[in-house]
């Protein structure tokens, strides 16, 4: 079970490494946002799995309940995750923000 737990902490660091580097890289406030929504609810994912996984190795109540609490959160940041990213979007195009071009430069 620790392995299972290790490999999922590795790809859960891995996809929030993958998602700073995209906010860092991207060039527009558009094409971060795809990182940010996508790389990141992926990492968080991982990472509760795994310590949802640890939390409920000794199996018994507080052990589950404290897992099932963990899984809750990752159905919460699941809903609100794409819905915040949506709103941020829209703010962008509501104040105007034109999204990047291959003619201009990066900022």
Same mark, same amino acid.
């Given at each position: 079970?620790?392995?299972?737990?290790?490999?999922?902490?590795?790809?859960?660091?891995?996809?929030?490494?993958?998602?700073?580097?995209?906010?860092?890289?991207f060039p527009d406030f558009y094409?971060?946002?795809?990182?940010?929504?996508?790389?990141?609810? %992926?990492?968080? !994912?991982? &990472?509760? =799995?795994?310590?949802? *996984?640890?939390?409920?190795?000794? /199996?018994? %109540?507080?052990? !589950?309940? &404290?897992? =099932?609490?963990?899984? *809750?959160?990752?159905?919460?940041? /699941?809903? %609100?995750g794409p819905t915040a990213t949506?709103?941020?979007?829209?703010?962008?195009?509501?104040?105007?923000?034109?999204?990047?071009?291959?003619?201009?430069?990066?900022?």
């Amino acid at each position: 079970m620790n392995i299972i737990v290790i490999i999922l902490l590795a790809f859960g660091l891995l996809f929030f490494t993958g998602g700073s580097v995209g906010i860092i890289r991207f060039p527009d406030f558009y094409s971060r946002l795809h990182p940010a929504g996508k790389l990141d609810t %992926t990492g968080l !994912l991982m &990472t509760m =799995l795994a310590a949802a *996984l640890y939390t409920i190795q000794d /199996f018994s %109540t507080e052990s !589950l309940l &404290t897992g =099932l609490k963990i899984m *809750l959160i990752v159905v919460f940041v /699941f809903i %609100t995750g794409p819905t915040a990213t949506h709103a941020i979007m829209d703010a962008g195009i509501r104040a105007g923000l034109r999204p990047w071009t291959k003619n201009e430069k990066a900022e």
